[in-house]
C-alpha cells in the first residue's frame, strides 16, 4: 500500500510542471537576471507536448498489477497481474503525458540590435500582440517575455534659489 501511495503522489508532482510565466521557480527567486528589450512581431497559439518520465508507467503499472493479482487463483493471479500491470503502464504514461500537456504561445521577437528571436512559453495573465514592446528576462538559462514597464520621464530639476 505504501508502494501504491508512492506512485501516486510521484504522478501528481509529475503534472506540477509549467512553462508559465506567472509560476517562478523556487531557485530562480533572488537570483539577478538578465533583461533585453523587444518588441513582439506576431503571436500564435501552441501545445506543448506532455512529458513522458516514466513515474506514470511506473504508477499505472504499480496500481494494475496490485488490481489484477487479487484475480482468480494463483496462475491466473499471476497471468491477470502481469496483463493489467502492462495494460496499467500504457495508460498510466497516457495519463501522465495528457496532465503535463500545456497550452501556450510561440512570440517571434526583433530585438533592439535588430536580431530576431522566436520564443515559447505556457499562457500566463498578460496577453502581448503584435507590436507590443515586452523585456525578455533571462535566469539560470530559461527567458520569459513579459511587457515593458511604462517608464516615467524623470522630473526636471529645480535649480537651487539664489542667496540674496
Same mark, same amino acid.
Request: overall charge positive.
Given at each position: ?7 501516486? !503522489? /510521484? !504522478?501528481?508532482?509529475?503534472?506540477? @510542471?509549467?512553462?508559465?510565466? *506567472?509560476?517562478? =521557480?523556487?531557485?530562480? @527567486? ?18 506543448? *507536448? ?14 494494475? #498489477?496490485?488490481?489484477? %493479482?487479487?484475480? #482468480? ?15 496499467? %503502464?500504457?495508460?498510466?504514461? &497516457?495519463?501522465?503525458? %495528457? @496532465?503535463?500537456?500545456? *497550452? /501556450?504561445?510561440?512570440?517571434?521577437? =526583433? ?9 515559447? =512559453? ?7 500582440? &503584435? #507590436? *507590443? +514592446? ?15 514597464? /511604462?517608464?516615467?520621464? +524623470?522630473?526636471?530639476?529645480? @535649480?537651487? /534659489?539664489?542667496? %540674496?
Amino acid at each position: 500500500m505504501k508502494t501504491l501511495f508512492t506512485a501516486a !503522489l /510521484a !504522478l501528481a508532482l509529475a503534472g506540477c @510542471a509549467t512553462s508559465n510565466p *506567472d509560476i517562478v =521557480q523556487r531557485g530562480d @527567486a533572488q537570483r539577478m537576471s538578465q533583461i533585453q528589450d523587444a518588441t513582439v512581431l506576431s503571436v500564435r497559439p501552441v501545445t506543448i *507536448d506532455g512529458s513522458q518520465s516514466g513515474v506514470g508507467g511506473v504508477a499505472g503499472g504499480v496500481v494494475g #498489477g496490485i488490481a489484477g %493479482s487479487g484475480v #482468480g487463483g494463483r496462475r491466473e493471479a499471476a497471468v491477470v497481474g502481469v496483463l493489467v500491470a502492462i495494460v496499467g %503502464s500504457v495508460i498510466g504514461n &497516457a495519463i501522465e503525458r %495528457s @496532465a503535463t500537456r500545456e *497550452d /501556450a504561445v510561440e512570440y517571434v521577437l =526583433q530585438l533592439k540590435n535588430g536580431e530576431r528571436r522566436a520564443l515559447v =512559453q505556457g499562457k500566463g495573465e498578460e496577453l502581448m500582440a &503584435a #507590436g *507590443d +514592446p515586452v523585456i525578455l528576462v533571462t535566469t539560470g538559462g530559461k527567458t520569459r517575455i513579459m511587457k515593458a514597464p /511604462a517608464v516615467a520621464a +524623470p522630473s526636471p530639476v529645480a @535649480a537651487p /534659489a539664489a542667496k %540674496s
